[in-house]
């Protein structure tokens, strides 16, 4: 069965400062991998995702992952965070069922941004 | 273009009663499926369908929870009898047909038993 990890509960990051959320996977197949932001009270918002290809992917909001088979890592970056940024966010593995996915979620990465 | 719309946002009731929640999905989209968000945990899986077929209900609890997706109106999630265990966020997520779409996910339903 496919499972996700993200080590850190929490992270606290100064406004401007690089960002890196960590994420390992364990899958049998290649994965279809994803980060999601989940403001206070709302739903979660797709930042990017990994099929195949280029393994350095780009999402919304300056945000960037980049997926590490070795490793079994698909780790999230930005290069300067902003206020805004402050939510939580999930890396998520797909599994392919017959022609449609469903998710695996990690516990999720509480992010506070300070001043 | 709307998105996955869910309702109620919150919802109450006491032990021993139904909870419906509802969920439509994106404009064109076919497929729906629900998670349910425990505090302090990730979203876990419950059910997948497409319109008047359930798919895969694997994540979905055997008893007191049941699901539907009819041909006309939204897609419901029925808990009866809920129990304090209940007590979560309730997410709708919505796709095209198109294999390995992204879920595009509404808001949730804060579902309280009291």
């Known amino acids: 069965a496919q499972s996700v990890t993200q080590p850190d509960i929490h992270i606290t990051v100064s406004e401007g400062a690089s960002l890196e959320l960590r994420c390992n996977y364990s899958?049998?197949?290649?994965?279809?991998l994803f980060w999601y932001v989940q403001s206070p009270g709302q739903g979660l918002q797709l930042l990017l995702k990994?099929?195949?290809?280029?393994?350095l992917v780009q999402g919304i909001k300056g945000f960037e992952a980049e997926f590490k088979r070795s490793q079994s890592s698909f780790n999230l970056r930005k290069p300067s965070v902003h206020w805004s940024d402050a939510a939580e966010y999930f890396c998520?593995?797909?599994?392919?069922?017959?022609?449609?996915?469903?998710?695996?979620f990690g516990k999720g990465t509480m992010l506070l941004v300070s001043p | 273009n709307a998105g996955v719309m869910q309702n109620p946002r919150h919802l109450v009731r006491r032990r021993g009663q139904e909870a419906r929640l509802r969920c439509s999905p994106m404009k064109g989209h076919s497929h729906v499926y629900w998670y349910r968000q425990l505090p302090e945990e990730g979203l876990k899986f419950m059910v997948y369908?497409?319109?008047?077929?359930?798919?895969?209900e694997s994540g979905m609890p055997k008893e007191r929870f049941s699901a539907e997706f009819p041909k006309e109106g939204p897609s419901i999630l029925r808990i009866q009898q809920v129990v304090r265990g209940d007590s979560a966020a309730y997410f709708c997520?919505?796709?095209?047909?198109?294999?390995?779409?992204?879920?595009?996910f509404g808001n949730g339903t804060r579902l309280t038993v009291t």
């Open positions: 899958y049998g197949a290649t994965p279809y």
């Open positions: 369908l497409q319109k008047e077929n359930i798919i895969d």
């Open positions: 998520a593995v797909g599994r392919l069922n017959s022609g449609y996915s469903t998710l695996t």
């Open positions: 997520a919505s796709s095209p047909e198109t294999q390995n779409s992204p879920l595009h």
């Open positions: 990994y099929f195949s290809g280029d393994t």
